[in-house]
């Protein structure tokens, strides 16, 4: 696949380049993200139960593997073979930076 905006890093100061990266993202992929930082490694079908929980009906099996394979693309998740079973998905640094800088953005607010 040929490289998009997302697939290229914008280098910002002061780390930005991750919050822009955030930007480009869906809901649905933030949240296979935020899945993926709690509990890795994961497999599809793992991460699958777990928004189905979240969000209390059914998740498309292949609308999550298929957003799962472009956060591969968009360097966000690392994909391995699982010794013959399912895949694992793992962060990669990027992204755990990413959601980290996120997740102090959104205490910084939250903050009485």
């Not at 599809?44 to 609308?63: A, F, P």
Request: glycine fraction near 8%.
């Amino acid at each position: 696949m040929a490289p998009d905006d997302t697939t290229q890093r914008r280098s910002l100061p002061g780390g930005r380049e991750h919050d822009a990266a955030m930007m480009d993202l869906s809901g649905f992929q933030r949240d296979l993200l935020w899945r993926l930082y709690e509990h890795q490694p994961c497999n599809g079908l793992d991460v699958e139960t777990h928004l189905e929980e979240y969000y209390g009906e059914t998740v498309n099996h292949s609308h999550v593997y298929a957003n799962l394979d472009r956060l591969v693309e968009t360097g966000f998740v690392d994909k391995r073979d699982g010794n013959g079973r399912a895949n694992e998905y793992r962060l990669t640094p990027f992204a755990r930076t990413t959601l980290d800088r996120r997740r102090a953005w959104l205490n910084d607010r939250s903050a009485p």
